[in-house]
């Protein structure tokens, strides 16, 4: 094993290594005492109920990422990669053809290796826990809609990456990068109108009074706001939500109607605030932005290593070709990748407790967020202590606690200021 191999051996165990300990403290920090405040908001069934949900979830998630390693590391020490390349080359000639179907199959051997775990949580977990409301129709349908999807989008994709590479020589990694761009833009301009109603039904809010708050609260902060959607959630999981999607005109909110279910108006509207909030700060933009810079670097960095034939060397593989060196190099990219969501969650969480404020400052009956974070959290049995480290690693949203005594404190200033 060459320098290549080495690096990129110790980077997947480290990251293995973080991310297993870190779900160990998660769990173990179950058996503390949550605070005070916590304790009452759950009662002590509902904390029981979250604990066992917790590491129900757990188990099974270190255990999806061990048998995965694992795999990962025999296909790979048992040449995997060199006899799949030997085959593609035998059935086709041109390198597209090729590449294509060498990271098609790789990654539908992963979906197969992930495809019981996926069951098992569905129908076992979810199930026990009340959570699960999908039938096996349903299940199936998403995963073949899902297939065909990615294999269309990310094919078209993957083909003008690949194409760029082979031809467009020193310039093929800018070129990637403006084709990614573009791509994502469009993706997240269409896609929402587009791909999510193959998946959900989505009905236009019926005249009433929670829309008629919600069309006064969009006004009261100058929102434009045509559509509100209602999705029908409850299809699959009795777990609630609600979302923003899509850019300019093609902007939609839909609320889970698990959510309008459980909720009162004041505290939907609350919930809609944050999410307002989200668009008035411009984290989507910034999220946008960051995305830009990040596929730049990865897209330069890729176009130098594929130039390395150590990198090929270390997967064992006697001809160097872009496909191949695609997949050697996204390995190499892992830990760059944890270190990167370490980022992009720290600043998430950020963004969260300034959408939590411009809620308070703006909804109508602020007083209400909390209320519905509370059942929120409760009914989806979240953590009620997560571990700080577990927190650092992997939370896109400030824990419960936390984000509570932020939304306290800036209500008692709204309080003041009135
Ligand atoms: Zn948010």
């Not at 998630?61 to 990669?81: D, H, I, K, M, N």
């Not at 993957?158 to 573009?182: D, E």
Request: proline residues 4%.
């Amino acid at each position: 094993m060459n320098i290549y191999g080495i690096v990129i051996f110790i980077a997947l165990l480290v990251d293995y290594a973080l991310h297993t300990v870190s779900e160990t403290l998660n769990v173990r920090a179950l058996d503390r005492h949550p605070p005070d405040t916590m304790a009452s908001l759950y009662g002590s069934e509902a904390l029981d109920r979250a604990r066992r949900y917790i590491r129900a979830v757990t188990t099974q998630s270190t255990l999806e990422r061990t048998v995965v390693l694992l795999v990962l590391l025999a296909f790979w020490f048992a040449g995997g990669f060199e006899w799949l390349d030997v085959l593609v080359r035998q059935w086709f000639t041109s390198e597209l053809a090729r590449g294509l179907v060498y990271i098609g199959l790789l990654i539908f051997g992963y979906i197969l290796l992930s495809m019981p775990f996926d069951v098992y949580g569905t129908f076992v977990t979810e199930t026990r826990f009340g959570f699960n409301r999908t039938t096996w129709q349903t299940f199936l349908s998403d995963r073949v809609k899902g297939l065909l999807i990615t294999a269309t989008i990310g094919g078209a994709l993957l083909s003008g990456i690949l194409l760029l590479f082979i031809h467009a020589g020193n310039i093929a990694w800018i070129l990637c990068w403006l084709v990614v761009v573009v791509f994502s833009l469009v993706t997240q301009w269409l896609g929402p109108a587009l791909l999510l109603p193959l998946f959900n039904r989505f009905e236009p809010m019926r005249e009433g009074d929670l829309k008629e708050s919600i069309m006064q609260y969009a006004r009261s902060v100058r929102f434009p706001l045509q559509n509100v959607y209602v999705v029908d959630g409850s299809r699959r999981s009795s777990k609630a939500n609600a979302y923003f999607t899509g850019l300019g005109r093609q902007r939609r909110i839909a609320l889970f109607d698990t959510l309008i279910d459980r909720h009162s108006i004041d505290e939907i509207v609350s919930v809609l605030a944050h999410e307002v909030g989200h668009f008035r700060l411009r984290h989507i933009t910034k999220g946008l932005v960051l995305g830009t810079v990040h596929a730049g670097v990865a897209f330069f960095l890729l176009d130098f290593f594929l130039g390395q034939p150590g990198l090929y060397q270390a997967f064992y593989l006697s001809q160097s070709s872009v496909y191949t060196g695609l997949v050697a190099f996204g390995l190499l990219y892992t830990p760059v990748e944890t270190g990167l969501s370490i980022g992009a969650n720290l600043i998430s969480r950020r963004h969260e407790y300034e959408a939590d404020r411009f809620a308070v400052n703006t909804a109508p009956q602020p007083g209400s967020l909390p209320t519905a974070l509370k059942t929120l959290h409760v009914s989806n049995l979240t953590h009620p202590n997560p571990h700080w480290f577990h927190v650092f690693l992997n939370y896109s949203h400030p824990p419960l606690a936390r984000r509570l005594e932020a939304i306290d404190e800036q209500l008692k200033l709204r309080h003041a200021n009135a």
